[in-house]
């Protein structure tokens, strides 16, 4: 489904006194200090209280055992953090940083752009090419892994639905399934972002749990709760699909509204609400 999505900031990594900093601090972690011992993934916790901090990180509001963050930002120390990256598209304005053929291109040679957000789409349509996005992105996440992330949202597995004489649920499928096995590798878990129809897939795509945007206010939630043993972080953005998960799901999902912006706490068009 095309829908709004939350805000995605440019990452850029930090230095290497800021890992260590972090290694130490973050209890959830426990393998080696350079992300590169494959250890079992832990999964979040069912029902944590959530704050979801894409847009800038802040100091999570009492009661958040579960935080999402963009991968260039630190974790937060004492939660459970789940690693953003853009994984599907090209970051605005970041097409350079991509071998000219990993982007996708209409039957003209144009490269082709989710038009929302400014973003080249990468290109599936092989497993060639599909080993070599994953690679470029499997380097992120090793990055998650050496920064003390315990899990990682790999974002815009939904591309191919507005994109659908171009790219298929095959191609995403295939695609992410390559995503799992590095991080696993790395010892994180994998959120499945949006895209319900790909749920009763977990099998095949090897990912752990759900980042379910707006599944209250799209009657969505049923598939992922049942799908992923109810590991699954709702993200709502209006009063009613925040009534609506937490009527529904308030006792055993991780639920918060946040502003569209996904602003950091102090910013004008901040929005943070919980069950």
Known sequence: MNRARARRALAFLAGAAAVAAVLFLAPWRDGGGDGGAA???????????????????????????V??????????????????????????????????????????????????????????????KRERIAAKVGRWIDGCAARGYQAVEPDNLDTYTRFPRLLTADHARSYAALLADRAHGRGLAV?????AELAPDRARTGLDFAVAEECGEYDECA????????????????????ATACGQWADRLSIVRRDRAVSPEGAADYVRETC
């Open 67 to 128: 935080v999402v963050r963009d991968r260039g930002d630190a974790p937060a120390p004492g939660a459970y953090n789940v690693c953003y990256v853009n994984a599907f598209q090209a970051q605005s304005g970041a097409e350079d940083e991509w071998d000219p053929d990993l982007l996708l291109r209409d039957a003209a040679g144009e490269v082709v752009y989710d038009e929302d957000w400014g973003e080249a789409v990468l290109d599936l349509r092989t497993a060639g």
């Open 191 to 195: 959120a499945q972002k949006n895209t």
């Open 39 to 65: 250890r079992e993934p832990a999964l979040p916790p069912p029902g944590a209280g959530l704050d979801y901090q894409i847009g800038g990180a802040y100091d999570p509001p009492p009661g958040v055992e």
């Open 223 to 242: 598939v992922y709760a049942a799908a992923f043993d109810d590991r699954v972080l709702v993200v709502e953005y209006t009063p009613g699909g925040l």
